[in-house]
């Protein structure tokens, strides 16, 4: 899995901008960006301390044509992102200087960096572990500030040091059944048996206690998908578009191309809301109008949360109900819009067929911005009941590593039933290597390519 070759890649968005950087990592990038870089001062790499910047030209050692002005700096293994030799060439930032200064040190030794491999050396070298391999993704991706601090603690080795501490107890417990293994003459005491299985159960209890956390806390990584229903007219495109002129989480499309973005981000109090199907919220003439509410029902099914919107100033008619029926089974806020209009809705009727769910019913104006800061409120709160009090220990965010802690819950039960059903100690030692191994797979203690591949293929190349 080691690899020696230096490898090169653009590590800034392609396009127009001040600064672009191309950066190289491996034993040879300090010689390769060396044979192509000149300064002004003669200052050779060699003397050039960590860290610190150097300004000069590149050029194409091929045809002696000066390519741009550029500031280097070199960071020496092992203090370094990949731990080995990196060096960041920062240049000015248009397409065609970019990929001139990549095509030259792939000349030069480089081979061009696969998605997220700068990353991943880091992991391979061991200068960071899985979890915060992966916290790095969720940085980039980060959609609300909140999101984003979420991160920045998996990254700074939060989920690390609690999985470790888990193996730690599980390796203890190991340990111990494995000596009375390997001594078959003395036998296991009522007492210790007892001892090994409490000090299992704790492993679970705090095993089942992150996965839980899981729940709400992956809505701030992934978005909380919410769907926004209710029959024609009834203010959909106008409630989506109040609510993201002041709380949109980020631009997802440039300005007249909203006609085809089927998603966007709102930040609800730091959480980031994934609006599904914002074509069909907005594009209602292109979409015939049986179609749209057939969408419009569709996409609540796979909606972590429903806003469904009622025009109070009409009486309820049958496409309202049909929605009614639908999302009684929802995490649903159920919004009574154009509440500046004079009333001929029946509230009564409304509550009497959304019986028994309990999903908060708030007046607003989308047209006028009346009780938009509300409804915000209630949609965090409808949707994360227990955060407060999660939010103060670790949290997993990753389906990856729910399914590890699963596995490992599994194999922990099974070697806890094994004690009980006075299995060989062999047998229930094995159980607890295997769940030791689920929760290697979270840190990356115990892994395979294909863990990796599918981890690494998520990022961009130059990270
Ligand atoms: P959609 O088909 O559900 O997306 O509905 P639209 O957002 O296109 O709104 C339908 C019509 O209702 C438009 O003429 C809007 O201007 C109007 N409308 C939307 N919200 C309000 C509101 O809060 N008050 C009033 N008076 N009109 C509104």
């Known amino acids: 899995m080691l690899t020696d070759d230096t490898i090169a890649a653009i590590s800034t968005p392609l396009g127009e901008g001040g600064i672009g950087i191309v950066r190289l ?13 000149t300064s002004p001062k003669h200052k050779s790499f060699k003397d050039l301390a960590s860290y610190k910047v150097i300004y000069g030209h590149l050029k194409d ?10 500031l280097v700096t070199v960071m020496r293994s092992p203090y370094s992102y990949t731990r080995e030799n990196v060096v960041e060439i920062n240049c000015h930032s248009g397409m065609v200087t970019l990929r001139k200064i990549l095509e030259l040190v792939l000349k ?9 491999e700068f990353t991943k050396r880091a992991f391979i ?7 915060q391999a992966e916290a790095v993704l969720d940085l980039i991706k980060s959609k609300t500030d909140e999101s984003r601090r979420i991160a920045i603690e998996q990254l700074q080795g939060g989920l690390s040091e609690k999985i470790t501490t888990l193996r730690d107890g599980l390796k203890e417990i190991c340990a111990h059944l494995e000596a009375y293994i390997d001594f078959p003459d003395d ?5 210790t048996r007892k001892d090994l299985v409490v000090s299992m159960k704790e492993i679970e209890t705090e095993l089942r206690k992150l996965i839980k956390t899981y729940d709400e806390s992956r809505f701030f990584r992934d978005g909380l998908s919410t769907a926004i229903v209710g029959r024609p007219n009834v203010g959909k495109s106008s409630l989506l578009n109040a609510l993201l002129q002041k709380d949109r989480a980020i631009v997802t499309a440039l300005p007249g191309t909203t006609r085809d973005v089927i998603e966007e981000y709102l930040n609800i109090n730091g959480l980031p809301l994934r609006i599904m199907d914002t074509a069909g919220i907005r594009d209602v003439q292109n979409v015939a109008e049986k179609e749209g509410v057939k969408r419009s029902l569709q996409s609540i099914e796979n909606a972590d949360l429903v806003i469904a919107v009622f025009d109070v100033s009409e009486p309820l008619k049958d496409e309202d109900f049909e929605v009614i029926e639908k999302i009684k089974v929802k995490n649903a806020v159920i919004v009574l819009n154009k509440c500046d209009l ?6 009564i009727a409304l509550s009497s067929h959304l019986t028994p769910c309990d999903s908060p019913v708030l007046n607003i104006s989308a047209l006028r911005g009346d009780g938009l800061e509300e409804l915000k409120d209630r949609i965090f709160n409808s949707s994360l009941t227990d955060w407060k009090e999660e939010r103060e220990g670790v949290l997993i965010t990753n389906l990856r590593h729910k399914i590890a802690i699963e596995n490992a819950i599994a194999s922990l039960g099974r070697a806890m039933s094994g004690f009980e059903e006075t299995k ?9 290597r295997d769940s ?5 797979e979270i840190v990356g203690a115990v892994t395979t390519e294909d863990i990796l591949d599918s981890i690494f293929k998520n990022f961009c190349i130059g990270k």
Request: glycine share 10%.
């Open 25 to 37: 990592s491996g034993k040879d990038s300090i010689e390769i960006v060396e044979k192509i870089f």
């Open 61 to 70: 050692p091929a045809t002696g044509e000066e390519i741009d002005e550029v």
């Open 108 to 116: 030069g030794g480089t081979r061009l960096a696969e998605p997220g």
């Open 125 to 131: 070298n061991g200068r960071i572990d899985l979890t």
């Open 187 to 191: 036998e296991i005491e009522i007492a």
């Open 342 to 347: 004079p009333s001929a809705f029946d509230k």
């Open 424 to 432: 060989p100690l062999e047998i229930i030692a094995l159980e607890l």
């Open 436 to 440: 030791l191994d689920r929760l290697g």
